[in-house]
């Protein structure tokens, strides 16, 4: 019986597949951490030297009090300037006291410090640098999200963090960096535990407003319960009612929106672990062509390629599954409701 079962299944794969593949673009279309219509011509510009089209971003995300572009902008300039820095530097000779260069300049010793050898040293040396960026602008949160991940690095204890988590949500409290943040610190790889990491994920999407990506973050909590092993039964209901949740957040952002793209990526990772094949495939159509670094890169050095290979994996569970052929649908009976 387990070689028909296995000859019954192949034959499913190979009938079905093909079709699970429509509304998926195909694998050459999709990008990595592909950057939105505003980020993108910054990046090209910094790539030729030139800091002024990623000055007149920031200012207008600091102006216009978009914290959370802001955040994900400074991000991905600094993750950039990491590589190529020569318009930061420009930009800080001509304008050493503009607060989106200094939190750039900030964000970027940062991530420095976390890869240096000398993690805690590096890390030290930068903290006047996240002051002078967090004097540039005192409403902007983005420059405490950067000292939430600096104090995470330097092992402050449970008080001080809570004072700089304090400022953070003083000045946005529904602020999902900030939030992603103190979700690190809390959880079991550093200064808390599983629990005390999805009760604080629970409780602050329980607290935020309708719309905000806060509302996923207990799936983040999920990831972190699966990284540790196989979990009991009690922390897989847990995760399950995370993935519902972040499924629920998913559905309320247009396919292909770059927007919740990560959220979606570390989303379909959960469903995926937890075996709901129909759901992670589903997340797969709503991502479209955004594969983000993360969570595939926790597992390899190619994340795009990790993506593809679980979203085709993907395909042939849920075609495995699908009856053979829709015989069953012609042998039913019409009545006069059918």
Known sequence: MSLLRALISTARMIRHTPQL?????????????????????????????????????????RESAEWENRDRYVARLAAFAHGRDAWLAAWLRGAPRDPDALLVRAELAVRRAWES???????????????????????????????????????????????????A??????????????????????????????????????????GSLVRALPVRAAFTQLLS????????????????????????????????AEIRNLLTYVLVERGRWDAALEQF????????????????????????ETRDGVKIQVASTMPLSNRAARRRPHGHYA
């Open 229 to 260: 092993g196989e979990p009991t039964s009690a922390q897989a209901d847990r995760i399950d009612a995370a993935a519902d949740l972040a499924i629920e957040v998913s559905a309320g952002y247009e396919a292909g929106d770059p927007w919740p």
């Open 117 to 167: 050898p000398a993690r805690a040293e590096r890390l030290r040396e930068s903290g006047p640098l996240i002051d002078a960026a967090a004097d540039g602008d005192p409403r902007d949160p983005v420059p405490w999200r950067v000292a939430l991940d600096h104090a995470r690095g330097t092992r402050v204890p449970h008080t001080a963090f809570e004072s700089l988590w304090e400022q």
């Open 285 to 308: 159509r709503l991502i479209g062509p955004y594969a983000t670094s993360f969570p595939w890169t926790c597992f390899t050095d190619d994340p795009l390629g990790r993506f593809l």
């Open 21 to 61: 593949g429509v509304g998926l673009p195909p694998d050459d279309a999709v990008l990595l951490d592909a950057p939105d219509e505003r980020l993108a011509p910054a990046l090209v510009a910094a790539a030729l030297g030139e800091y002024e089209p990623a000055a007149k971003l920031l200012a207008i995300t």
């Open 169 to 210: 949500v003083r000045r946005s409290p529904h602020h999902y960096g900030c939030h992603v943040s103190a979700l690190q610190y809390l959880s079991a790889e550093w200064y808390g535990s599983h629990r005390e990491c999805f009760d604080f994920a629970e409780q602050a999407a329980h607290d935020t407003l309708p």
